[in-house]
Nanobody, 123 residues
Framework: QVQLVESGGGLVQAGGSLRLSCAAS????????MGWYRQAPGKQRELVAV???????TYADSVKGRFTISRDNAKNTVDLQMSSLKPEDTAVYYC?????????????????WGQGTQVTVSS
């Protein structure tokens, strides 16, 4: 079993900063990509940032220059540093990871999600 546990959400004023963290644990063989998505009320879940092993991070246009994603492969963690926050950044933020695990002599890959953490930016 694999779990993603998020932390770091909260309430912040516009222009402020927050840091989200996500840790993956369990029967992990390898992690290909780790990232953050968000879902605002009444809207679809959208990609915020993703970092794939061996590649440069990808960001949504709306957060470029304000958010920074970082990953620690040894610890199976991914962080999202959010700065210059805007009210439109208010959403539930979800950690996502593409994880391979071993079952017997076979490798399987699944997409895992965290439980979500609320980020609220007041104007």
């Amino acid at each position: 079993q694999v779990q993603l546990v998020e932390s770091g959400g909260g309430l912040v004023q516009a222009g402020g900063s927050l840091r989200l963290s996500c840790a993956a644990s369990g029967s992990i063989f390898s992690i290909n990509s780790m990232g953050w998505y968000r879902q605002a009320p009444g809207k679809q879940r959208e990609l915020v940032a993703v970092i794939t092993r061996g590649r440069s991070p990808t960001y949504a246009d709306s957060v470029k220059g304000r958010f920074t994603i970082s990953r620690d492969n040894a610890k199976n963690t991914v962080d999202l540093q959010m700065s210059s926050l805007k009210p439109e950044d208010t959403a539930v933020y979800y950690c996502n990871a593409d994880i391979s695990y071993r079952q017997g002599d076979q490798l399987h890959a699944l997409d895992y999600w965290g439980q979500g953490t609320q980020v609220t930016v007041s104007s």
